[in-house]
């Protein structure tokens, strides 16, 4: 698929998130298949984490259910930032807005792409940016982003270990038990 | 309520401590060790790549737990940060039986003799500690030979030129070659440099009655599932626990050594696995809870003749924090290197260990542990964004055309790097907490920068199409890391160290240091081998006083 396209991607995106969330339901709390974001939370964050790591002849980070893995972190070791992901993810929205009228996840690819880039720079409106600079929230989802994809599929993300595929790692991993040769003891 | 008093408490199962119980215990000596953690066995390990104890994002597996064991770090501007154990600034190496041995690399090298001879070999450095140790690498080998065959090491330095003499090889023959090495090796020999299969505490056959290593990519930071690695949980701690003297206490928290009005230990308090005080009385004690936590125990055992914490007469315990300026450089192929086959690091060089002209020192270089993707993901090279879809590309281009020459460069010592205990922050069983600061000498960012230049030289003769050197070593930054050392100085003069050459402390007749703590400089080596050769040392000293003293009892 390619990125270009406006409609399609968001068709995609959407189909993305109800895959992903699919895997985490059982754990549902308030009505949404999440543990922790609300459903337009879910939305703006898989937007953001599918331009980190985009779909193109492999799929991206929001098939690859990295929304799943921040989603199920935030309940898990890594509490302690559910603030900072309320707060950066509204402050997304919000300069959004201001800046294009409409939210973070129905702007066009392109102006997603230089959303972002000005927001890793720092440059954003005053006064929307409060619990955290602009930069420092990025790099977080930047990080948390590449651990949903390229880590173990485990804990939530890199769905049918999609990445490791990718770079041709084989998969399901061979460990060590696996590779010896009892006979040879 | 005082337990059953015994000859030797020894605080902590690690790389020390687990070889100095098993002497004792062997010699005959009652003992009690005392470990923080638990005991894991080859098959807890989950091979997780974002909660291992190098890779801990989401928590590590071999402990400290992260909620009840924080530090205070104090950064280069003076803030104080608390820090939990998968902070990159808590200094973690790990808590449990084995300690750093259970998920280290494994490399099991011997210092250099002018690594035992600092001052010697440089002379007084501004701004640094830097001195002699009070024993020499002649001191030592018989005990490294000891390590290498009895805890396991494998491996070939026949062509390493600048290796200390030994009397007796590895016990175990290098693992074949992987595609790594096949490129690094003549390119080092076109370079005239003198590469050699790196030692490793790994078996490349099957070695006392375990497996030889297998080669998978869960190494470093990992348990080995198939028990190939040998550290101090698989070898020297159960001939202890079977010697019937040695008693394995788990989840033991030590709060403090307890002195006589004479100001000799009498044993340690600690707090048991159920959060009960404990004391644990003995005739020796033997501190081995690595740099960190073993200055955080003496400094906290304060009494009426040590107000300032057991050992501390003249403010040495805690200074000298040290470990290693790790550097090196990526390299980027036009062709695949990557094979699968663990551990990866296979080949060293140590020509420029000493002897370069601009700085002192200097450190091993190696090609680097087999790196996991998500590791790979966070490779910084100039002109390649961090994310989008440029990112994905080099990713999918590169991960299995990557090779990493990395070294640990010595450092000076630094009397302002030190550990404390914190006057507020207490742990979960309200024990004071260290508290971490300081900063490098510049000696180190010299010596890196120049490591790193070499790492990139090698790659680039071995085909690489692109290099990056690492350059992230800077004066702000603390030391320590799961090298840490030097808290507790040896020498021979009370006013300037901690423990003498034998590990006494030289406040106390029946205390003893065995860990990285003792150490006067780090060597530009892992300095694993290192610390359990002088817990074989301090062993055989301790075991022949004993004797001498005790020979009818």
Not at chain 2, 37 to 65: A, E, H
Request: hydrophobic share 35%.
């Amino acid at each position: 698929m390619k990125s270009g396209s406006k409609l399609d991607r968001r068709a995609f995106l959407q189909a993305a998130i109800a895959a992903a969330a699919a895997a985490g339901l059982g754990c549902s709390r308030n009505g949404t298949p999440w543990r922790f974001f609300t459903l337009e939370e879910a939305r703006t964050l898989a937007a953001i984490c599918d331009q980190m790591i985009p779909p193109d002849h492999d799929p991206g980070a929001a098939w690859a259910g990295v929304v799943n893995y921040i989603d199920r972190q935030l309940c898990g070791p890594l509490r302690r930032l559910r603030q900072t992901y309320r707060a950066g993810i509204a402050a997304v929205d919000e300069t959004s807005r201001r800046l294009h009228a409409t939210p973070f996840a129905d702007l066009t690819s392109p102006l997603q792409i230089e959303f972002l880039r000005q927001m890793e720079a720092g440059q954003v409106p005053a006064g929307i940016w409060k619990q955290n600079s602009s930069p420092e929230f990025f790099g977080l989802v930047v990080d948390h982003t590449m651990q949903g994809f390229y880590g173990d599929p485990r804990h939530g993300g890199n769905r049918d270990g999609v990445s490791w595929k990718m770079l041709g790692l084989p998969y399901p991993p061979i460990r060590g038990r696996l590779r010896y040769d009892l006979t040879k003891l | 309520m005082a337990l059953k008093r015994v000859n030797a408490v020894v605080v902590g199962g690690g790389a020390g401590g687990g070889i100095v119980a098993k002497e004792l215990a062997v010699a005959g000596l009652s003992v009690v060790l005392l470990e923080r953690g638990k005991w894991y066995t080859p098959f807890d390990d989950r091979k997780d790549d974002l909660r291992n104890q190098r890779t801990c994002v989401l928590g590590n597996s071999f402990g400290p737990d992260e909620e009840r064991n924080p530090r205070v770090f104090v950064d280069s501007r003076g803030q104080e940060h608390i820090s939990r154990s998968n902070d990159g600034t808590y200094s973690n190496n790990a808590a449990c039986v084995g300690g750093g041995t259970l998920s280290y690399g494994a490399m099991a090298w011997r210092f250099l003799e002018k690594d035992f001879r600092m001052r010697s070999t440089y002379g007084t450095v501004d701004g640094s500690t830097l001195d002699d140790w009070p024993i020499s690498y002649a001191d030592l080998e018989p005990f490294y030979e000891k390590a290498e065959w009895e805890v396991g090491v494998s491996g070939d330095d026949s062509n390493n030129v600048f290796r200390a003499p030994r009397k007796r090889a590895l016990p175990m023959p290098p693992l074949p070659p992987n595609h790594e090495y096949q490129l690094l090796k003549p390119a080092a020999l076109r370079l005239g440099l003198h590469p050699f299969d790196l030692p490793m505490l790994r078996n490349s056959v099957p070695y006392n009655g375990r497996a030889a290593c297998m080669r998978c990519r869960w190494c470093v930071g990992f348990a080995c599932e198939v028990d190939a690695k040998n550290g101090t949980q698989n070898t020297v701690i159960p001939t202890a626990l079977k010697s019937g003297n040695c008693e394995l206490r788990l989840e033991c928290i030590a709060k403090e050594i307890s002195t006589d009005s004479h100001g000799n230990a009498t044993g340690v308090a600690y707090f048991d696995r159920n959060g009960r005080l404990q004391e644990q009385p003995a005739d020796v004690v033997v501190v081995s809870c690595s740099a960190v936590e073993s200055a955080r125990l003496l400094l906290n055992s304060k009494s009426r003749l040590f107000p300032n914490g057991l050992g501390n007469r003249h403010d040495w315990v805690g200074r000298n924090l040290q470990g290693h300026a790790y550097t090196g450089a990526a390299g980027l192929f036009d062709h695949d290197t990557y094979d699968d086959l663990g551990p990866g690091a296979s080949i060293a060089i140590c020509d420029y260990n000493h002897g370069t002209r601009g700085f002192i020192g200097g450190g091993l270089l190696a090609n680097e542990f087999i790196r996991l993707p998500y590791q790979f993901a966070g490779l910084r090279i100039p002109g390649v964004p961090r994310w989008g879809v440029a990112h994905k590309e080099f990713m999918r281009q590169f991960y299995r055309r990557s090779v990493y020459v990395m070294g640990p460069m010595q450092e000076m010592p630094v009397f302002e790097a030190r550990v404390e205990v914190d006057s507020r922050v207490k742990d979960h069983w309200g024990i004071p907490v260290a508290r971490l600061s300081g900063h490098r000498h510049e000696n180190d960012v010299i010596g890196a920068k120049f490591l790193a230049a070499k790492a990139e030289a090698w790659l680039k003769e071995a085909g690489a199409i692109r290099t990056v050197a690492f350059d992230w070593v800077s004066r702000d930054s603390l030391s320590g890391g799961q090298h840490q050392a030097g808290t507790c100085r040896m020498g021979n003069d009370p006013r300037t160290s901690v423990v003498d050459r034998s590990c006494r402390i030289h406040d106390a007749d029946n205390v003893y240091v065995v860990d990285g703590s003792v150490h006067v400089t780090n060597g530009g080596f892992n300095p694993v081998l290192t610390i359990m050769a002088i817990a074989y040392y301090v062993s055989d000293n301790l075991v022949k006083s004993w004797k001498g003293t005790h020979g009818h009892s």
